[in-house]
Structures are given as structure tokens and as C-alpha cells.
T-cell receptor, first 113, second 117 residues
Framework: QQPVQSPQAVILREGEDAVINCSSS?????VHWYRQKHGEAPVFLMI?????EQKGHEKISASFNEKKQQSSLYLTASQLSYSGTYFC??????????????FGQGTILTVHP | DTAVSQTPKYLVTQMGNDKSIKCEQN?????MYWYKQDSKKFLKIMFS???????INETVPNRFSPKSPDKAHLNLHINSLELGDSAVYFC????????????????FGDGTRLSIL
């Protein structure tokens, strides 16, 4: 089952912060975050494996709450280059989810000067 | 050097035709994938191969047939193309982790934009 991302779209000015959430109705084994710029391929940002884990990548970080089956992506002091569509991908622990990444519907982030 | 390369980049063809998309990765990865991204940007897994063995086969019409001659290549052949096949098809690769159920970070190709007239 597809994870649900919120919000669907965010519009920011340079320097502002944003949070993108990803929720699943199924138990999560891992959460991936990817960014896709218009007309380009999705690019891997980070993977979170453990409950409560938080990882960082430049000014982009993420948390993973295994109990709540949720992950959040935090973008601080946004830059123009952050614009794009952000996808979370969830990996299940077994069964039909084994070895498979299921992506959310995406969140469109637009950063204006 | 391109890590995951797909050809062709654009494919415009008529309904009923048969076409193939090729994918090659030079990252030394052992797992390759095909994804379909529709007009609403929804990214959905179609197939996955691990060391030339088919491991994921989602609910995809049997007009779609993947082939992996070796672990660096994964091709997709589509028979009797339909209007609904219009989409961007992405190839991706990752290393290991399959046997533990953990999906490793995926490296995507630039995509093949398929348009059916």
C-alpha cells in the first residue's frame, strides 16, 4: 500500500523552512527520501533504518518514528536548488513488501527568490 | 561516466507497435529495477532483478517482458503498445540487501519518455 505524503505542495521563499511528512498504514522497515527535479531522474537523499533515527544531509535532515509508522523530512534555510518533487519510499519487513520500495505520491516544493 | 544509462531517451510510436528500452549500469550493482512514472508523477515499481534472477514482478500486463542478460543490463520489451503505456520509464540499480529484505539506495537512469500516438 502506498504511503501518504503531506502536504502535496509547498511554496517557500529562500531561507524559509519546510517539513514534509510520510505516513504508512503498514509496519515500516526502512524509509528512503528522494528528490526529483523537473525532467530529471529521482536522486537519493537519505535512508533511515531504525525507529527514532534522525539523519542529516547538508541542511536537509529526516526522522523516522517506527511506532507511528511515519517519517518527516526537514528542509532548513531553503535554497533555490531545493525546488523539486520529494518522494518518500517505504520498505516493508516481509511478505509482498520484501525487497520492494513503495513510493508516496510526492510533494512539490517550490522555492522563490 | 554515466552510472545508469537508458536508451532511447525519447520514444514516440503508434498503438500496436512493439518497442524495447535498454538499460545498463556501471556501478557494479547486483539488483536492477524498472519503474513507471505516470503523468501524475506516481512512481511505481514494475520489475526487479537480482543477479539476473527475477525477484519482483508487480501486476503488470504480460505485454511487458523484462530481460536481464547479465547483472549490468536490464532491458524492457513492450508488445502491442497501448495509449495507457504512455509514461516515463525509469531504470534503477542498487547493491545488495535483497536477501535481508532491506532495499538499498537506488540510482536512477535519466528515464525514457514513451509517447503513444
Amino acid at each position: 500500500q502506498q504511503p501518504v505524503q503531506s502536504p502535496q505542495a509547498v511554496i517557500l521563499r529562500e531561507g524559509e523552512d519546510a517539513v514534509i511528512n510520510c505516513s504508512s498504514s503498514k509496519a515500516l522497515y526502512s524509509v528512503h527520501w528522494y528528490r526529483q527535479k523537473h525532467g530529471e531522474a529521482p536522486v537519493f537523499l537519505m535512508i533511515l533504518l531504525k525507529g527514532g533515527e534522525q539523519k542529516g544531509h547538508e541542511k536537509i535532515s529526516a526522522s523516522f518514528n517506527e511506532k507511528k509508522q511515519q517519517s518527516s523530512l526537514y528542509l532548513t534555510a531553503s535554497q533555490l536548488s531545493y525546488s523539486g518533487t520529494y518522494f518518500c519510499g517505504t520498505g516493508g519487513a516481509g511478505g509482498t513488501s520484501y525487497g520492494k520500495l513503495t513510493f508516496g505520491q510526492g510533494t512539490i516544493l517550490t522555492v522563490h527568490p | 561516466d554515466t552510472a545508469v544509462s537508458q536508451t532511447p531517451k525519447y520514444l514516440v510510436t503508434q498503438m500496436g507497435n512493439d518497442k524495447s528500452i535498454k538499460c545498463e549500469q556501471n556501478l557494479g550493482h547486483d539488483t536492477m529495477y524498472w519503474y513507471k512514472q505516470d503523468s501524475k508523477k506516481f512512481l511505481k515499481i514494475m520489475f526487479s532483478y537480482n543477479n539476473k534472477e527475477l525477484i519482483i514482478n508487480e501486476t503488470v500486463p504480460n505485454r511487458f517482458s523484462p530481460k536481464s542478460p547479465d547483472k549490468a543490463h536490464l532491458n524492457l520489451h513492450i508488445n502491442s503498445l497501448e495509449l495507457g503505456d504512455s509514461a516515463v520509464y525509469f531504470c534503477a540499480s542498487s547493491q545488495g540487501g535483497f536477501r535481508t529484505g532491506l532495499v538499498q539506495p537506488q540510482h536512477f537512469g535519466d528515464g525514457t519518455r514513451l509517447s503513444i500516438l
